[in-house]
Every structure is written in structure tokens, then in C-alpha cells.
């Protein structure tokens, strides 16, 4: 569980899939073996690659359910070396599931028991529930999108809060990867006030790549392409190549 990042924000629509498939997408194109699991009942990061979400094919809800392994639950992408373990609807059903069984907030640790990739990312769903908290149990690493606008610090406490529980109790090998901003906006002087109180909250754990709000980022997913397949050039590839970069030498 050496290189496991689990990518979570409590709030939806700050960035956390985005992050998973272009952080994934570089690190495959770095050389890396990668499975991103898509832990979010939503399954935005299985379209998002261009797979389809309902396809007759064995999903991360299976796998924590016991019904098959995840080694049967690994799809290619069309990035070499980026796999992924789908998610869907039904995943919302693991929660109560797992709520009722042993050691419920490692199932998902024992399921990847022995999965060898370069990186394992966790694309949480909006909540600090039993998923999360199974996504959490199963890292090395936290990582948190923030969305540079009013409101983005609230739920952080809380966040950071659950983060050192599960570190005084189930994972005390849980560290903070780092914090970055997403969807900034450098004409917004509301942004870049957001940004500064990140810096001051956060100092060395926030990154120094700041991911602009940016079209090309928006529009990569329903072509089911990741940005440095779908406009290597723009401003938005560009923030995550460089963000890669600093997981890469983070991590190492
Ligand atoms: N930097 C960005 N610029 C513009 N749109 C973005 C950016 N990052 C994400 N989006 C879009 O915002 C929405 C929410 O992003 P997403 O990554 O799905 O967030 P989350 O997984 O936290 O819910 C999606 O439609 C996504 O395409
Ligand atoms: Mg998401």
C-alpha cells in the first residue's frame, strides 16, 4: 500500500475525479503502472476514461462484496499502462453491506492485498462515510482538491479531523500527500484570497501547481478522454503534468 493516494474532498464538484484521471493519465505516460479505483457510486471516473459504466463486466462493487477479485476487475483504457476498476450505481449498496461485516473499514485494503502497480488512486464519492472511510484504511497517501471559491475551507476541519482519526486508529501509516487548488481563477481576486489562506493553512503541504478553471479540462470527459488526450497544449493539461510531477517526487 506503498503508493495508494486516495484523492477526497467531502463536498462534490471540486475536482476529485479530474484529478484522478490526469494525475493517472501522466503517471502512465511517466512510465507507471496504474489503477485508479473508482470508488464513487456516480462512476464519473469509468465514463470519464471512455468506458461504460453499465457494461457486463466485474465493477469495484463486486470485488468489495466478495463476489470475485479485483484481479478480475481490472479494465484497460486506452492510455498504456492506465487500468481501471469500474464503479456503478450498485456501489452505493456496499455501504450499508459493508457496515454489517468484519473489519468493515478494511475491505477494501484486503481486496488490493497484493495488487502490484507503481500507483493505486482512490477516486472517492462526496462523503466521509464507509467508503471513505474503507478508501482511507487502504492508503499511504491523502490527497485534497480544493475549490479556489468562497466556501472551499469549510469542511476542511472536518476532513482533516477524520484524516487523524484514522491515523490514531485504523491507518496510522495515513499521511497528508498534499492540498491543491483546483479551478482557479486568476481574474478572481476572491480566488486568489482562497489561495492565500490555503497557503497559510497549509504552507509546505500545498502544492505549488495550481490547476486553472479551464473549457478544455470541462469538455475532456464527455469525450471520455483524459486532457492530455484530448488538448495536451491547454492550460489545464499543462497544471497536471506539472501536478504529477510533484506526486511523483512526494511520494519518492
Ligand atoms: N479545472 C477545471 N476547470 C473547469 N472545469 C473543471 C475543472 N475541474 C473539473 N471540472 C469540471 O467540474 C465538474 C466537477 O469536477 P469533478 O472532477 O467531477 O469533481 P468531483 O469528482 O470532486 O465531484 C466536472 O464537470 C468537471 O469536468
Ligand atoms: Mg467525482
Redesign the pocket.
Known amino acids: 500500500m506503498r503508493n495508494v493516494v486516495a484523492v477526497l474532498?467531502q463536498?462534490?464538484?471540486?475536482?476529485?475525479?479530474?484529478?484522478v484521471i490526469n494525475i493517472g493519465a501522466y503517471l502512465a505516460k511517466a512510465g507507471k503502472s496504474v489503477l485508479i479505483i473508482d470508488f464513487?457510486p456516480q462512476g464519473?471516473a469509468t465514463s470519464g476514461l471512455g468506458l461504460d459504466k453499465h457494461a457486463p463486466v466485474a465493477n469495484i462493487y463486486e470485488v468489495v462484496s466478495g463476489k470475485t477479485t479485483i484481479d478480475n476487475a481490472i479494465q484497460t483504457t486506452t492510455i498504456d499502462g492506465l487500468y481501471i476498476c469500474m464503479a456503478n450505481a450498485n456501489l452505493a449498496a456496499a455501504e450499508v453491506e459493508l457496515a454489517s461485516s468484519n473489519s468493515k473499514e478494511f475491505v477494501l485494503k484486503k481486496a488490493l492485498s497484493g495488487v502490484e502497480y507503481d500507483y493505486i488512486l482512490i477516486?472517492c464519492p462526496?462523503s466521509l462515510g464507509l467508503l471513505t472511510v474503507n478508501a482511507l484504511c487502504a492508503s499511504a497517501w491523502l490527497l485534497i482538491?480544493v475549490q479556489a471559491e468562497y466556501y472551499a475551507l469549510e469542511g476542511l476541519t472536518q476532513l482533516l479531523d477524520v484524516m487523524q482519526r484514522v491515523k490514531q486508529g485504523p491507518n496510522p501509516d495515513l499521511q497528508l500527500l498534499g492540498v491543491v487548488a483546483?479551478?482557479y481563477d486568476n481574474r478572481n481576486s476572491l480566488a486568489q484570497q482562497v489561495y492565500k489562506e490555503l497557503q497559510q493553512y497549509f504552507g509546505d503541504s500545498l502544492f505549488k501547481s495550481i490547476?486553472?478553471?479551464?473549457?478544455r479540462?470541462?469538455e475532456?470527459?464527455s469525450y471520455g478522454k483524459a486532457i492530455m488526450e484530448h488538448d495536451k497544449w491547454s492550460k489545464?493539461a499543462k497544471a497536471y503534468k506539472q501536478l504529477t510531477k510533484e506526486v511523483i517526487s512526494r511520494v519518492s
Do not use: E, H, S
Open positions: 474532498n463536498k462534490g464538484g471540486v475536482g476529485k475525479t479530474t484529478t464513487d464519473n477516486d462526496p482538491p483546483t479551478m490547476v486553472p478553471r479551464n473549457v479540462l470541462a475532456a470527459p489545464g
